[in-house]
């Protein structure tokens, strides 16, 4: 069976070891199953991304050993795919426009009888008086698009976390700088892309929900399969962060150390084999539970 996978960094400065253990492993799935791997550049927001970081990324990407097949696609170039994905969600009204400040969600409690995760949007704007919204508009605060999910619940196997059941709450499509938002932008194009299974870091493990619930909405093919894999940490214990000290590949260069050796001991920390054959999935599945 095909498996079809990739890896998709958003090129808002360098990517830590972490995020290289992560893309190797993507690698690796996909070929222990002799799929295609893509690799998608994820610089939907226009005030975070840099085309330099682009070029760091990718480089340090190759030299530790990860390549791709076909030329990455850039999400800063598809706005209007994403524009046209979200026409039938506007006409069949899945949609509306949330005038919220991050600091009023943040104080607001979200209803007693509707059971979301923390940090989910509690619905404040889905049901506004027509005279309400008149004085939002009036004004002046830009409204962001959200999904009418009302906490749908979505059902989905994991390779590693089991069976997970996401709860999806009103999130953000287009935000309320016309910036289409990440779960719109990766479900279009994980479905332009054919991508069958998604393998990333285990903090996205919340996302999933809401893009299998997306999918379905715009009716467009999903990933099958999932692996979110462990995130690194530092000694600490605490994920990897700038603090931890030299945390970069080109950090770690600086300090003497060979792209090849920084990749033996990014796969020996998840307990496999720093050079030589690709592992099976049976000895990916076994290192990362
Ligand atoms: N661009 C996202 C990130 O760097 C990952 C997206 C994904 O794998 O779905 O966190």
Request: glycine share 10%.
């Amino acid at each position: 069976m095909s498996a079809d996978g990739r890896y998709a960094p958003s090129p808002t400065g360098e990517l830590h070891l972490g995020n290289l253990r992560t893309a190797l492993l993507a690698q690796f799935f996909a070929r222990a199953q002799r799929s295609r791997f893509l690799l998608r550049v994820d610089d939907l927001d226009p005030e975070r991304s840099r085309p330099d970081w682009v070029e760091r990324q990718l480089g340090d990407l190759r030299a530790i050993g990860v390549d791709w097949d076909e030329d990455p696609i850039f999400q800063s170039r598809r706005a209007h795919i994403y524009g046209e994905a979200l026409g039938p969600l506007i006409a069949g009204d899945s949609v509306y426009e949330c005038y919220c400040t991050r600091a009023e969600i943040r104080s607001a409690v979200s209803a007693p009888h509707v059971d979301l995760p923390e940090g989910a949007y509690p619905g404040t704007c889905r049901d506004l008086s027509v005279e309400r919204r008149r004085e939002l508009v009036a004004s002046g605060r830009p409204p962001a698009l959200r999904v009418r999910a009302e906490a749908a619940t979505v059902g989905f196997e994991d390779r590693i976390h089991g069976t997970v059941t996401g709860v999806v709450d009103d999130f953000v499509v287009r935000r309320n700088d016309g910036v289409h938002a990440y779960n719109l932008a990766t479900v279009v194009d994980d479905a332009e892309q054919g991508i069958e299974e998604v393998v990333r870091g285990d903090d996205l493990l919340g996302s999933t929900g809401r893009q299998l619930w997306l999918a379905r909405t715009l009716e467009v093919r999903a990933p099958t399969s999932f692996a979110h894999v462990p995130l690194m940490l530092g000694p600490d214990g605490e994920r990897l962060a700038k603090r931890h000290g030299a945390v970069t590949l080109g950090e770690r260069l600086a300090g003497g150390d060979s792209a090849d050796q920084v990749r033996a001991e990014l796969l020996a920390s998840v307990g496999l084999p720093g050079a030589g054959e690709i592992p099976t999935i049976d000895e990916l599945l076994e290192a990362l539970r």
